[in-house]
T-cell receptor, first 113, second 111 residues
Framework: DAGVTQSPTHLIKTRGQQVTLRCSPK?????VSWYQQALGQGPQFIFQ???????QRGNFPDRFSGHQFPNYSSELNVNALLLGDSALYLC????????????FGSGTRLTVV | GQQLNQSPQSMFIQEGEDVSMNCTSS?????WLWYKQDPGEGPVLLIA?????ELTSNGRLTAQFGITRKDSFLNISASIPSDVGIYFC???????????FGTGTRLQVTL
């Protein structure tokens, strides 16, 4: 049973560019959340998607946007990249309300130069 | 964004020793979770706690949901080298959508 899969694993982009990160949730899960983890910090909530709609959003600018597809997979898009966007981006999935916690993927390491 | 405060930030211990770490918040949480993160990996759930005062074990790990609902504790008994990693507390307030993470405790075990 595949867990949460994310692609790509590593990415280098230049300031001002745009990036798209992809996530396939664990089989049977319908809710996808995205987190940003800066070096030496805990993950920070970006937003959550359920039934192809953004259900909740953290304190991130509009440069961060997302999408959920009918098969529950999700994309995170970041426009006008800044050096400070360099981080590990984690995707987490759950079935409905995740009272038992999320299942996380291994993340995409984004470096902005 | 808001983060929970964890202490200690890091610790070196010898194999076989017991470890204690804690997590505090200024807000009340309805659910407390403890995750472990290895280098290059995402966090993996260790223990979930659902009500104040609850004490739950998972092998050598024991966690408690504080009575005030503003803190939680994790103990690891008889540490082994594979316990090395970063331990994060996390919690839900109100509706269980946004998970708030702690600042992390880095554990290093020496033989």
């Amino acid at each position: 049973d595949a867990g949460v899969t994310q692609s790509p694993t590593h990415l280098i982009k230049t300031r001002g560019q745009q990036v798209t990160l992809r996530c396939s949730p664990k089989s049977g899960h319908d809710t996808v959340s995205w987190y940003q983890q800066a070096l030496g910090q805990g993950p920070q909530f970006i937003f959550q998607y359920y039934e192809e709609e953004e259900r909740q959003r953290g304190n991130f600018p509009d440069r961060f946007s997302g999408h959920q597809f009918p098969n529950y997979s999700s994309e995170l898009n970041v426009n006008a990249l800044l050096l400070g966007d360099s981080a590990l981006y984690l995707c987490a999935s759950s079935l409905g309300q995740p009272t038992g916690g999320y299942t996380f993927g291994s993340g995409t390491r984004l470096t902005v130069v | 964004g808001q983060q929970l405060n964890q202490s200690p930030q890091s610790m070196f211990i010898q194999e076989g020793e017991d470890v204690s770490m804690n997590c505090t918040s200024s807000s009340i949480f309805n659910t407390w979770l403890w995750y472990k993160q290895d280098p290059g990996e995402g966090p993996v759930l260790l223990i979930a706690l659902y009500k104040a005062g609850e004490l739950t074990s998972n092998g050598r790990l024991t966690a408690q949901f504080g009575i005030t609902r503003k803190d939680s504790f994790l103990n690891i008994s008889a540490s082994i080298p594979s316990d090395v990693g970063i331990y994060f507390c996390a919690g839900f307030t109100g509706t269980a959508s946004k998970l708030t993470f702690g600042t992390g405790t880095r554990l290093q075990v020496t033989l």
